[in-house]
């Protein structure tokens, strides 16, 4: 049975408005909250990446969870209730994107499209990333209306391609094609907010594929098609064929196609990090099927667990001095060279130290507060 939430949130209309940026980066958008984060407070997460489900209806090859922990065949799922009320309690805190991708398929989740229209109606951004073979019609009429972008995994610029890459069914493929069609149609018909995305993730097994990628996002007049490059365990380290940087520049050239150059290094180039510390993790969090909070993608080769919404409110758990330990030793920057080079949380990274040095370019002089992992 579905938890009621008696008077829901009304969207504040003095939080920075709505917007339509794919992934990190959210906090230049909220100068205030990190001025009270270097004052010494402790704001709550401006978006949360979660993920619903641990398990998949494809395999790909390049899926980045899959190479830390291997899928359970039987799937498991999010409980219903208990995450309701955590929707609430992240509003509550200021929370405003809810981000669900993580460790499998989000459109799996018998409840997807209740947690989509609650978050919405108590006026948080809901967002997600799906393979879109799942979202037919009756589901992107019961989900799209309440979504402020959706990204879909789309790793083959063709039926072989991306058969072989996603590790599916044939007739996917078409399924796919005529659900991107039916979302593009519907929302026009019904003038939907949502931004639709693309993207594609390039590796040895596909980048041939590339040109007919664009042709499928010119085809379906997406929003957004995004290039990137493989993430594994190594983070972003691997070049790509030397070929397939050709037609990613012509590629550029398209309207709407992004490519996440930073994924990508040349052959012997070393990439390094672009930031010193690690104090992104306090405006941007995770959580994972079972309602664990985490840090972020350190989790993945070091426990970064915090807390346990089954176990006590996001409030308890953001104000517990288990979380503030973990955030000043992360916030040291001790685990950057394991890291992706472009985590989602990197951007706020970045941002906050060109805030900083803005600021002490400026005149005022700053100091790091060396057992907050701060700035003031």
Known sequence: MLTQVENPLPADNNRAPSRDRIGGGKLQDNHDLLEQWLAGEEPGPLTIEVALVLGCNHGCLHCAPRQFDLFDPHKSFMDTEVFQKFLVEFRDMGGEEVYFAGAGEPLLHPHFADFMALGHKIGLRMTFSSNGVLLNEANAEKILPHTTWVRFSVNGGNAETYTRVHDCHARDYDRLIRNLENARDQRKNNQWQVHLALQFV?????????????????????????FRNRFDKEGYKHPVHPDALPLLEKA????????????????????????????????????????????????????????????????????????????????????????????????????????????????NSHKRVADRGRYT
């Open 202 to 226: 390039v590796f040895e097994e596909n980048w041939p594929s590339i040109p007919g990628m664009v042709a499928l996002h010119e085809h379906l007049g997406t929003d957004k098609l995004i």
């Open 252 to 363: 550029a050239r398209v309207k709407g196609v992004e490519i996440r150059w930073g994924s990508f290094p040349r052959e012997g180039e070393i990439q390094q990090a672009a930031w010193r510390r690690c104090d992104g993790i306090h405006f941007r969090t995770n959580m994972d099927h079972q309602g664990n909070l985490f840090a972020c993608g350190r989790q993945f080769y070091k426990d970064s667990r915090f807390g346990d919404i089954h176990a006590h409110s996001l409030q308890e758990i953001w104000h517990a001095e288990k979380r503030r330990r973990l955030f000043a030793e992360i916030g040291k920057g001790g685990d950057i060279p394991l890291c992706g080079r472009l985590c989602p949380t990197s951007f706020d990274n970045i941002y906050i130290e060109k805030y900083m040095a803005e600021r002490e370019h400026g005149g």
